[in-house]
C-alpha cells in the first residue's frame, strides 16, 4: 500500500515513544533489502540510511532469501529460497555456506515444480498461503519462520551487506 510508505517514521517514531526508546539506545539497524516493491524498498531503506548517518550507527543489509535458509548454514550443500510475491515465483540459490552467486530469478510454477523437485526448498511461513497445491506437495519443501534474531549470528559470519546496501525491486 503505497499510503503505508508515506507514514513509516511516524511508525518508527510513536514505536519509540510507546516503548520509551531514544535513538541513542541504538547501537546497528538491520534493514531487509527486499525482494518487494519500489515506494516500501526504497523508503525504508532511505529511513535506515538517514538515521544511521546521522547517529553514526552501523547500517546492515539482508536479504528475505538469506533469512530464510539461516537455519540451514553448514547443514545442506544447496539451499533454494524461493518466494512469492505479486502471483510471481521467485527463486535464489545458496551454498552450505550460505553464499550465492546467482541472482535471484523469476521461475514459473510448472518449472519450479519440475526442475526443483529434488533440491531443498525453503520459504517463509507466512508465505504459505499464497503458495499452489503443486508445491505445498512437495516433499522437499520446508516452510520457516523468519526469525530476526538470526540477524545477528548472520552479521558475526559476515553475511550481512554493510557498505552498498541495496534492494530487489520487483515488479
Same mark, same amino acid.
Given at each position: ?93 545458496? *551454498?552450505? /555456506?550460505?553464499?550465492?552467486? +546467482? @541472482?535471484? #530469478?523469476?521461475?514459473?510454477?510448472? !518449472? $519450479?515444480? =519440475? ?31 523468519? *526469525?530476526? /534474531?538470526?540477524?545477528?549470528? +548472520? @552479521?558475526? #559470519?559476515?553475511?550481512?551487506?554493510? !557498505? $552498498?546496501? =541495496? ?5
Amino acid at each position: 500500500d503505497k499510503s503505508k510508505n508515506d507514514l513509516i517514521m511516524k511508525q518508527i517514531l510513536d514505536f519509540f515513544k510507546e516503548n520509551n526508546l531514544k535513538f541513542a539506545d541504538l547501537h546497528k539497524i538491520f534493514v531487509n533489502q527486499g525482494p518487494g516493491n519500489f515506494s516500501g524498498l526504497r523508503g525504508s531503506i532511505a529511513i535506515s540510511k538517514g538515521i544511521c548517518l546521522s547517529k553514526s550507527l552501523n547500517l546492515f543489509g539482508y536479504d528475505t532469501f538469506l533469512l530464510c535458509c539461516s537455519k540451514y548454514l553448514n547443514k545442506k550443500d544447496e539451499i533454494y529460497g524461493i518466494i512469492k510475491f505479486r502471483k510471481k515465483y521467485f527463486i535464489k540459490k545458496f *551454498d552450505t /555456506n550460505l553464499k550465492s552467486n +546467482l @541472482k535471484m #530469478k523469476e521461475i514459473s510454477l510448472d !518449472e $519450479l515444480v =519440475k526442475k526443483y523437485e529434488k533440491k531443498f526448498l525453503v520459504a517463509p511461513k507466512n508465505l504459505i498461503r499464497d503458495f499452489d497445491e503443486k508445491i505445498l506437495k512437495l516433499n522437499n519443501l520446508d516452510f520457516v519462520d523468519l *526469525d530476526h /534474531n538470526e540477524l545477528e549470528f +548472520l @552479521k558475526l #559470519k559476515g553475511l550481512l551487506d554493510e !557498505e $552498498l546496501i =541495496k534492494p530487489l525491486y520487483l515488479s
